[in-house]
């Protein structure tokens, strides 16, 4: 690492309060037992500052997929302050040099350069000055322009506001200090780091291969929702990260639920047909590759032809969809049984393609 390129601030500040709390939580087990309320607040915050960061600085800021009335915007922009990342210019735009260059070495935090590279380490180093071009539109914003310049104050002040309203009402004020604040902190960062690392590493490319982002149930719960991060990489302008009922993603939900209040509007989303098009695209070119390299020639050309099928009949529901005024509602019906059938024949080849890759020793779960 060249030293003058170390960013000693940011090595000083997390290095020194991981120190801390590995040092005064000990202590203070040993001398008290942390109060019900207290934990429950402290695990509380964590969750309101993580999604403070995926829905204000993720979402809203750095991917536009909605917009935000100013009363929103400025609790979002307070929690995001207590969250410790940056301000919300430095951050979206090192996260859309992050989506424009992805596996590339200008990509702030490549997982190519390892997986602590991407996790931890990138902040070590100094961070390239804000290209006003790559953040033109938050620059007009008066709230983000302010908490950038301000931004070590914003910090300070806001995580200080939470620390002392804890601490009163829990009565413990050395006891938030050490929970409320430094280990929500710790919880927090490591959590949402988990984003640019573990999302990176551990999954399924089920909508492209052609970035290392992977998407991950599992890690969904730990990062707020955005554990659909293959999705994500694919359709970022969507507001969601889990397109399905059952995916946890609670950023979409409270997206959701603000646009019900009148406090959000424009939600953005991926038509579903493009979804199901890049779906299909995706595993027809995954498994046609495998069953070349093991010599499974009939069942390739039985992979290629019904994806084609599949693909020909999504384009014929999508342009009836396109006239459905004008359409007879019996052809429609036809049509999405048909649509139907054909992607439950299409399930089934999948699931016994896989079958046979495994067999054959050149398919492993995560990969499709």
């Known amino acids: ?96 040099l992050h989506h424009a260059f992805i596996d590339t070495d200008k990509d702030p935090y490549s997982i190519k350069k390892g997986f602590w590279h991407a996790h931890i380490f990138w902040m070590f180093h100094k961070t390239r000055e804000i290209d006003p071009k790559v953040v033109s539109d938050l620059m007009r914003s008066p709230l983000l322009v302010f908490q950038h310049k301000y931004y070590a104050l914003c910090m300070i002040v806001s995580n200080v506001i939470v620390f002392m309203a804890v601490g009163w009402f829990v009565n413990d004020y050395w006891g938030a200090f050490l929970f409320a604040w430094w280990f929500r902190l710790f919880a927090l960062h490591h959590t949402t780091w988990f984003i640019n690392s573990l999302a990176h590493t551990w999954g399924s490319h089920h909508y492209s291969e052609e970035h290392s982002a992977v998407d991950n149930y599992f890690i969904s719960l730990l990062t707020y929702g955005e554990g659909y991060h293959n999705y994500h990489h694919t359709f970022a302008q969507d507001y969601r990260n889990g397109i399905r009922w059952y995916h946890f993603d609670p950023t979409k939900w409270l997206i959701w639920s603000l646009s019900k209040l009148g406090l959000a509007r424009d939600l953005k989303t991926v038509n579903d047909f493009r979804i199901a098009k890049q779906l299909i695209s995706q595993h027809k070119e995954t498994l046609s590759e495998k069953l070349k390299k093991s010599f499974h020639l009939d069942l390739e050309a039985t992979v290629v032809a019904k994806a084609d099928k599949l693909l020909e009949r999504l384009a014929t529901l999508q342009a009836i969809y396109d006239k459905y005024k004008t359409v007879p509602r019996d052809q429609i019906r036809q049509a999405k049984k048909e649509w139907k059938e054909d992607w439950k024949q299409w399930k089934r ?11 054959s020793g050149v398919y492993r779960h995560s990969e499709v």
């Open 349 to 359: 080849l999948i699931r016994s393609t896989r079958q046979t890759l495994q067999r």
């Open 1 to 96: 690492m060249n030293n003058d390129r170390i960013q000693w601030g940011n090595i000083l500040f997390i290095g020194g309060y991981h120190l801390f709390l590995l040092i005064a939580l000990p202590i203070y087990f040993y001398l008290h037992a942390p109060a019900g309320a207290l934990v429950g607040i402290s695990i509380a915050l964590v969750f309101i500052s993580g999604i403070a960061v995926t829905a204000g600085y993720h979402r809203l800021y750095s991917h536009l997929t909605y917009k935000a009335s100013p009363v929103v915007e400025a609790v979002l922009v307070f929690f995001g302050s207590v969250a410790t990342q940056g301000s919300a210019l430095q951050w979206c735009h090192d996260h859309r």
